[in-house]
């Protein structure tokens, strides 16, 4: 997957044994285009790439990549707060 960061570089993004990866490169099949507080969102799990995309917080180059994005993305355990009130 492509991702722009705010200086407009391209790099990729992979996740290899639950580890996010990111390298620099020239082609993919799909391109995202998200901002660093819905990245992090989607990395935590809070929130998923169908609702950012329902919601037009996330471009994505080719519509027919949204499932795999979102199975990509997915996190089984969301946060939870543990702190007492």
């Given amino acids: ?6 200086e407009m570089n391209l790099f990729s993004k992979e996740a290899i044994k639950g580890e996010m990866k990111v390298f620099e ?7 995202m285009v998200i901002d660093i507080a819905e990245l992090s969102s989607l990395a935590m799990g809070v929130v998923t ?30 946060p939870t707060c543990i702190t007492a009130f």
Avoid: N
């Fill in 1 to 6: 997957m492509r991702l722009h960061d705010f």
């Fill in 25 to 31: 490169c020239d082609h993919d099949d799909v391109e």
């Fill in 49 to 78: 790439v169908q609702a950012l995309f329902m919601l037009s917080k996330v471009k994505i180059s080719d519509g027919q990549y949204l499932h795999a994005l979102h199975q990509f993305f997915f996190v089984l355990d969301k």
